[in-house]
């Protein structure tokens, strides 16, 4: 216990750095939110409230527990306030600004302590308190800290809930097919083959123009504040497709997108097989997650 109350934080610096490994180190997502967690409900809240008070002296330690959480809620909001209009709101930059201010506090607190008596310094707040005669709890007091204990862990859970869930690339990014006049209508309805080739293509209702090739136009747009890097992968019929690219080369599949701009594609392809009721579809990414549920679909027939 001596050890946890002279050593604290340097615990916490130590965990502030494997956080950074993690999320440095493409950790898988568990292990990531096993960092990130902490640093958005607890680490920047207790290192604060040492800072403001450094005696045990000052809290007691289920009061020091509630400013904590109280704390790292309010920093984490106001990171997340600051974030959205500037560097750009993820689960990076959220990591590494709060990580940042937790680590500035930790080295306040440290300093604040140099001075303290050792029986004054009050180490970890979820290791049980040393033994000696304590000033008991009312029912009423014990029944108001469990109340805003909870209060606290959901405005917590919320937090985290919109940290993880919320900064998705699905929230800000549009993804759709032009027409044969750059339009979002006329969609590519009727491929026509001829041995076993595309010779015209049939857009909406409009009249079939020749082709060597099926041409697919589409756009990804994105809406929110920093660059995202995408990968388009299609599938026809259920097999993985490579579309062609207009000087005849391979499409890699992925697309940097900067923040607030949007890509055109223009892309080639040809059936691989005549046949009505063949099914096109393309999977939009955004790192190895799926931006959408469902992918974007063309049923097409060939006469």
Not at 36 to 45: C, D, Q
Not at 106 to 126: S, Y
Not at 160 to 178: M, N
Request: a negative charge; aromatic letters at 12%; glycine letters at 8%.
């Amino acid at each position: 216990m001596n050890f946890l109350r002279r050593y604290d934080f340097y615990l916490l610096i130590l965990f502030i750095g494997l956080g950074v490994l993690a999320f440095n180190g493409g950790w898988v997502l568990p292990l990531r939110l096993l960092f990130g967690l902490p640093l958005v409900l607890i680490v920047p809240g207790y290192a604060l409230a040492s800072v403001l008070y450094p005696s045990k002296l000052s809290l007691s330690r289920s009061s020091r527990l509630m400013v904590s959480l109280a704390l790292s809620l309010s920093v984490s909001m106001l990171a997340g306030l600051v974030l959205n209009y500037t560097a750009g709101l993820n689960q990076e930059s959220v990591f590494y600004t709060l990580g940042g201010f937790s680590l500035v506090f930790c080295l306040a607190a440290i300093a604040r302590r140099q001075h303290l008596p050792p029986d004054e310094k009050p180490g970890l707040i979820l290791v049980p308190p040393d033994t000696k005669k304590q000033t008991p709890k009312s029912t009423a007091q014990v029944f108001l800290n469990v109340l805003l204990a909870v209060c606290l862990l959901g405005a917590g859970g919320f937090a985290v809930q919109r940290l993880v869930q919320a900064y998705s690339p699905a929230e800000f990014t549009q993804f759709y097919l032009l027409g044969i006049d750059d339009t979002a209508e006329n969609f590519p309805e009727l491929f026509i083959l001829s041995n076993g080739q595309v010779s015209a293509v049939k857009y909406g209702n409009q009249p079939a123009v020749e082709a060597d090739l099926a041409r697919l136009k589409l756009v990804i747009s994105n809406n929110g504040q920093s660059g995202t890097l995408y990968r388009v992968e299609a599938f026809i019929n259920g097999q993985l497709y490579i579309f062609s690219l207009a000087d005849g080369g391979e499409f890699d599949g992925l697309v940097d997108v900067a923040a607030g701009a949007a890509e055109s594609l223009e892309l080639y392809f040809a059936p691989p097989e005549a046949g009505d009721n063949q099914i096109l579809e393309i999977w939009l990414y955004a790192g190895e997650e799926a931006v959408f549920s469902q992918p974007l679909k063309l049923v097409f027939s060939a006469a």
